[in-house]
């Protein structure tokens, strides 16, 4: 399973992030999110307790049962090796971090799962990298600019980045033009209007937007 996702994530170059959306939702936002392309989701825990962890594998089971075979899901806001364990016990197929955990990336690879734990500066991305990371989450990329990550990337070319925090519709072409292999996106595209209203439509076509944008960038 872990070949697939790293192949998805290269081949699609977009993971939507759910954070503190209500069971309920779950299932008709994940619908969405597949008719507009997208095909890996990233359920967060919830360091605040709004969702215990339990309820939040909960949920990563229920996604990934529903989406087999249609979509990637896994775990985002990771902190623990409990955590990693709890998400490959539902079936979550890889750990996205704020932070970068040596314990927390070495159980991910233990079990088989896609580490991308997140990192700023130049040290935090090569410890990441050489701790096992998958891919490297340059976090937050909108505070930090393409620039930053260009800068970045001279010397670190070979480690495979990914840019979250900030990302929309506007400014991810300058991401992927300095060389990002793919992008996190949470609020931009699951709207919380929408899912309040049940505007699955509008998410739907949010999520197209974002897949056409991201095509479009490959095509330069």
Do not use: W
């Not at 998805?8 to 209500?22: F, P, Q, T, Y």
């Not at 292999?181 to 899912?195: F, Q, T, Y």
């Amino acid at each position: 399973m872990k070949n697939e996702i790293l192949a998805s994530i290269k081949e699609n170059k977009i993971i939507v992030i759910i954070r503190k959306v209500k069971k309920e939702l779950l299932l008709p936002l994940a619908n969405a999110l597949y008719d507009g392309g997208i095909r890996l989701l990233e359920v967060t825990y919830c360091g605040d307790g709004t969702f215990s962890d339990e309820e939040t594998a909960e949920n990563i089971a229920m996604l990934s049962a529903h989406m087999k075979g249609k979509m990637h899901v896994g775990a985002g806001t990771v902190l623990t090796e409990k955590q990693v364990e709890m998400t490959r016990a539902a079936g979550g197929g890889f750990i996205i971090s704020p932070d970068v955990s040596p314990e927390v990336i070495r159980k991910t690879n233990e079990l088989g799962l896609v580490s991308m734990p997140g990192a700023m500066t130049p040290t935090e991305i090569v410890a990441a990298y050489r701790a096992g990371a998958d891919f490297v989450k340059v976090f937050p990329a909108g505070r930090l600019g393409p620039a930053y990550i260009k800068d970045v990337r001279a010397p670190l070319s070979h480690i495979p980045m990914l840019a979250v925090g900030g990302i929309d519709e506007d400014n991810l072409a300058d991401y992927f033009a300095v060389g990002v292999e793919g992008i996190g996106v949470g609020s931009a595209i699951v709207d919380k209007k929408s899912l309040e209203t049940g505007d699955f439509d509008k998410i739907t076509a949010l999520a197209k937007l974002y897949v056409e944008r991201i095509s479009a960038c490959q095509t330069i």
